[in-house]
């Protein structure tokens, strides 16, 4: 092979080398480049998992919160209830009277008016408020007597007023206990009527409360005239429950004092201890609010009108 021939075969040795490196290069750089983007792709897919897992993992609201201003929420609030409506029989019987906690019991009224009813039922009607520390005890003993002869749903908490809008303090103030304003009873045996005519909320314009629930004009009536004397020395007074027009309770059962520093947890959990004070002011209420009502039903139902119960009737 002559000179020319091998620089021309040389050259094209060299040419394919070249072509074969340029080659190898592109596809390194190629290769790379999909390194580095499927580098970028994981490190973005990891990021996104991670924020997703962090989404899914992170802690939710607790179930059961607490409002410092009005009592427990959630699944608090379901185990307040549940405890409150639910005191076994047992505990009410071994209870009694409320061996002396109970100071003041249904009164009868005179002159045998003509019986309150709604629904074809005898009717139960409570006129209180929210900021009043008196109906506040006086709810816990209605809730764990009505819970006999009906269901509640919609009980919600709050506590009694501290101060009213004209700056003066409460007595028994922020006393735990509940509100009917949402509530709903439904019963066979007796028909539950609450009003809730004023909040724990302070209203400097007219010093006292803001309003909330406006009494009908037959409830008006029916306060105007059984909520003075000689059923009570203070005219106007709440709480005022009006049993089917023939036996009434104004003013607390017990002392409020009981409840003070409690928590809504603690009152619910004593009410099924009978030798508690709180069971024996609560339940022994809430014994005498059986009775008066059980005297409206015709002692029904048996379960609710325990011989018990049916000896308290003749006290009132």
């Known amino acids: 092979m002559g000179k020319a021939s091998r620089t021309k075969v040389e050259v094209n040795r060299r040419e394919k080398i070249a072509a074969q490196r340029a080659a190898a290069k592109r596809t390194e750089q190629r290769r790379r480049i999909l390194i580095a983007g499927g580098s970028v792709l994981a490190v973005i897919i990891i990021i996104v998992a991670f924020i997703v897992i962090k989404a899914n993992s992170s802690p939710s609201k607790p179930a059961a919160t607490t409002s410092s201003a009005n009592g427990p929420t959630g699944s608090a609030l379901a185990s307040v209830v549940a405890k409150t409506t639910t005191v076994p029989a047992s505990t009410l019987n071994s209870v009694g009277s409320g061996g002396g906690a109970v100071s003041a019991t249904p009164m009868t009224i005179k002159g045998n008016p ?3 009813t709604s629904g074809g039922k005898p009717e139960m009607l409570y006129m209180g408020a929210e900021y009043c520390p008196y109906c506040a005890a006086e709810r816990w003993s209605m809730i764990v007597a009505l819970s006999r002869f009906g269901t509640f749903s919609g009980l919600a908490t709050v506590h009694s007023g501290i101060k009213n809008g ?11 206990t509940w ?3 949402n509530a709903n009873y439904t019963s066979k045996y007796l028909t539950f009527t609450p009003v809730e005519m004023q909040t724990n909320i302070p209203d400097p314009s007219n010093g006292s409360y803001t309003n909330l ?4 004009a037959a ?5 105007n005239k059984y909520d003075v004397a000689p059923y009570t020395s203070e005219t106007g007074a709440i709480p005022f429950i009006d049993f089917g027009n023939k036996y009434l309770i104004i003013g607390a059962s017990y002392n409020p004092g009981v409840l003070s ?18 069971a024996q002011a ?3 209420t809430a014994n005498y609010i059986t009775a008066a009502i059980c005297k409206m039903t015709g002692n029904q139902p048996a379960s609710a009108c325990t011989s018990v119960v049916q000896s308290l009737e003749s006290k009132i």
Request: no cysteine; charged share 10%; proline share 13%.
């Open 261 to 278: 520093g409690l928590s809504w947890s603690t009152i619910a959990t004593d009410l099924h201890n009978p030798s508690s004070p709180v």
């Open 282 to 284: 609560v339940n022994g």
């Open 213 to 216: 629930q406006t009494p009908t």
């Open 219 to 223: 409830q008006d009536a029916l306060i």
């Open 114 to 116: 003509a019986a309150l």
């Open 179 to 181: 509100t009917f304003v």
């Open 166 to 176: 004209a700056g003066e303090a409460e007595p028994y103030p922020s006393t735990p």
